[in-house]
């Protein structure tokens, strides 16, 4: 989206689309020409882990591993905002959306250390018996 009065250029996070395991078909998709207004909540870009360094091409469609702004801009000739969009509930112009941020949750972490923890003190306990055993022998 372009601001007006500005040539700025924000991405939008229109939601979630439905992804049909197939990644050479495009959904098709509305884009609207006209001027609207949209509500959104600002998010600052986060750079993600990348699974190893990939080659970005420059034929549409380009797949990416991590949101860059800066390539998207070189790539694209547009002058990004250093922000996002997460498009609003409200907004009839975007598709599924549920921006709540994962928190996790501690229970996991304390399944997970206990686990380990019991893992230990039995091998510990077998660790002593054996090592008992084999000094009566």
Known sequence: FVIDNSNKVILINRGFMP???QRDKLADIEVLTNNIQIKIQISLPVKR???GKSEIG???PILLQSLDLADM???S???FAPVLGL???ESDHGFVREWKPYTGSIGKHIGYAMQWFLMALVLSGIGIRLGLKHRKN
Do not use: A, K, P
């Open 19 to 21: 992804w049909r395991g």
């Open 49 to 51: 882990m990348e699974l």
């Open 58 to 60: 420059t034929e549409f």
């Open 73 to 75: 801009g070189s790539l």
């Open 77 to 79: 000739g547009l002058d």
């Open 87 to 89: 498009l609003s509930l």
